[in-house]
Nanobody, 122 residues
Framework: QVQLVESGGGLVQAGGSLRLSCAAS????????MGWFRQAPGKEREFVGM????????TYADSVKGRFTISRDRAENTLYLQMNSLKPDDTAVYYC???????????????WGQGTQVTVSS
């Protein structure tokens, strides 16, 4: 069973940067898609972006395109989310998740981390 543990959240001023990490353990990741989602208070969980673990292809939500970058270190089984030019609207709990499908819907992801809080002050 895959286990995912996020880290790197915190408080940052608008315009600043943070890098989130998601350490994965438990099995190899051939054929897996890794995604980042976020959930703000009172809102539904929102797709941020995803990466094909083997090929490295990525796709992003329009709201973060050009500001956020997803990468992975296959040797370390670690997923990253580099967030630049942060805005107060980016404040949320950020989750990494694993899926067997190239899909943006949260219901396609069966394994989730515990989440890490990102707060962007104005």
């Amino acid at each position: 069973q895959v286990q995912l543990v996020e880290s790197g959240g915190g408080l940052v001023q608008a315009g600043g940067s943070l890098r989130l990490s998601c350490a994965a353990s438990g099995r190899t990741f051939n054929g897996i898609v890794m995604g980042w989602f976020r959930q703000a208070p009172g809102k539904e969980r929102e797709f941020v972006g995803m990466i094909d673990w083997i090929g490295g292809s990525t796709t992003y939500a329009d709201s973060v395109k050009g500001r956020f970058t997803i990468s992975r270190d296959r040797a370390e089984n670690t997923l990253y989310l580099q967030m630049n030019s942060l805005k107060p609207d980016d404040t949320a709990v950020y989750y990494c998740a694993a899926s067997q499908r190239w899909a943006t819907g949260a219901n396609n992801y069966s394994i989730w981390g515990q989440g890490t809080q990102v707060t962007v002050s104005s």
